[in-house]
């Protein structure tokens, strides 16, 4: 994050990304330098479960956290000390999440913590694959869906709701069964500009210096990687940009 050029553009901004990023910080400080204390497992547990209510998707780092106390604690080469660690930061990281999925039982009767992914996958990544692979424009992706979603839905909308959260992933299961090969490829190129060309055009296009940038995935996805690199000089700017923030 300290080298994507959004996260440094907007750093002094009071945003969800950013105060989670700092709990998942303190969460690795923590870690790091008080796993031998009771105390220190409850902060880091806490930290972790701070920064997966501001932003759920950091709730795929407690295993890893987990598996990584586990790891430490066994260098105290006592068992009861090791699994009396694990408690404490189970139980900081449970103070705050599980409120939150004791509220989505009672009022959406489930147990997840969040609608976010599958929703964002169902609305975007399907409806950009199927606009890609058919030559159709977004648009037109999204009546395909929505009107699928309509059939199987009782709630015949649309919203990022637990209540159509299983028909998302109906829907998502069915189209990938089709072509799950396909989609994977298309998933890893159009990866490339969340991690090159997004962050530099948003944030060029945010203090005025560009407009239009290329579209490094489009292009490897349509002409292979050669036109990627061709389109670098091709632009001067995006290029000079690129350089002075990487």
Do not use: C
């Not at 969040?114 to 992706?141: P, Q």
């Amino acid at each position: 994050f300290i080298f994507d050029p959004l996260g440094i553009f907007f750093a002094g901004s009071i945003l969800t990304e950013t105060m989670s990023i700092f709990f998942l910080l303190l969460t690795i400080f923590f870690l790091i330098f008080f796993f031998h204390k009771r105390g220190g497992a409850l902060l880091s547990g806490a930290s972790l479960g701070a920064s997966v209510a501001m932003r759920p998707i950091s709730q795929l780092f407690f295993p890893l956290f987990l598996a990584e106390y586990f790891i430490l604690a066994r260098q105290l080469k006592n068992w009861r000390a090791s699994l009396t660690l694990l408690f404490f930061f189970f139980l900081g990281f449970s103070s705050f999440v599980t409120p939150w999925v004791i509220r989505n039982k009672l009022l959406f009767d489930t147990w997840g913590l969040s609608t976010a992914g599958i929703s964002t996958f169902y609305r975007h990544n399907l409806h950009l694959h199927y606009a890609y692979k058919n030559n159709v424009s977004f648009r037109e992706a999204e009546e395909v869906f929505r009107k699928r979603l309509t059939e199987i839905s009782p709630y015949k909308n649309e919203a990022y709701t637990f209540q159509n959260s299983p028909y998302f992933k109906k829907i998502i299961i069915e189209y990938l069964k089709n072509d799950v090969l396909g989609y994977t490829q298309f998933h890893l190129f159009k990866t490339i500009p969340f991690f090159f060309s997004d962050g530099v055009r948003e944030l060029a296009r945010l203090v005025g210096v560009v407009d239009t940038f290329p579209d490094l995935g489009g292009l490897v996805w349509k002409r292979g990687f050669s036109a990627a690199w061709e389109a670098f000089p091709a632009n001067k700017y995006f290029f000079m940009i690129f350089l002075l923030i990487y």
